[in-house]
């Protein structure tokens, strides 16, 4: 069964920083390129990141720079790390997986206050 787990989430002010966490079942960890979204209230969700198998990544624009997306192969987990936080990041962040569908964990609420 694929689960996807994120951790990490919580209140910060803004220009401090946070990591996020995913933890995946095996199969999906490795088999595709897996993204952290953002859903902001009242917002569609948007791409925040992604990493390929081969560790290429792509950010935002609106984050490039701050935020950096890695993984550990060996512990099946995903993560983010966010530097300089805005008040404009806050959102429930998600991570995504694909394995012949895509695969969402529950999410994880960052809140950055001004």
């Known amino acids: 069964q694929v689960q996807l787990v994120e951790s990490g989430g919580g209140l910060v002010q803004a220009g401090g920083s946070l990591t996020l966490s995913c933890a995946a079942s095996?199969?999906?960890?490795?088999?595709?390129?897996m993204d952290w979204y953002r859903q902001a209230p009242g917002k569609q969700r948007e791409l925040v990141a992604s990493i390929t198998p081969s560790l290429t990544t792509n950010y935002a624009g609106s984050v490039k720079g701050r935020f950096t997306i890695s993984k550990d192969n060996a512990k099946n987990i995903m993560y983010l790390q966010m530097n300089n936080l805005k008040p404009e990041d806050t959102a429930v962040y998600y991570c995504r997986g694909f394995l012949y569908k895509s695969y969402w964990g529950q999410g994880t609420q960052v809140t950055v206050s001004s």
């Open positions: 095996g199969s999906i960890f490795r088999a595709n390129t």
